[in-house]
């Protein structure tokens, strides 16, 4: 059974940073496409980033310029740096890929 599963989150302050990972159990994942979503209190899921097997990124224009989104093939992991962070990126951040989502991990900024 595939799983991805988030790590990274927390609370952080206003201009802070953080940094997600997502790991996928398996090496299917590599071949794949990854994303991260998110979705706030009252909102509907929205995609944050994408990057295709190969290193091609998408990001949201709400956080262009701010977060960057890699992988890992050989670790089946996918990373989300977060520079620059604002109230209105707190929200669940939850990994996709291959039609399976991950259990999703908190992000709250705040001061």
Do not use: H
């Not at 093939?73 to 996709?96: F, I």
């Amino acid at each position: 059974q595939v799983q991805l599963v988030e790590s990274g989150g927390g609370l952080v302050q206003p201009g802070g940073s953080l940094r997600l990972s997502c790991a996928a159990s398996g090496s299917i994942f590599s071949g794949a496409a990854m994303s991260w979503y998110r979705q706030a209190p009252g909102k509907q899921r929205g995609l944050v980033a994408d990057i295709t097997r190969r290193g091609r990124t998408n990001y949201a224009d709400s956080v262009k310029g701010r977060f960057t989104i890699s992988r890992d093939n050989a670790k089946n992991t996918v990373y989300l740096q977060m520079n620059s962070l604002k109230p209105e990126d707190t929200a669940v951040y939850y990994c996709y890929s291959l039609e399976v989502w991950g259990q999703g991990t908190q992000v709250t900024v705040s001061s």
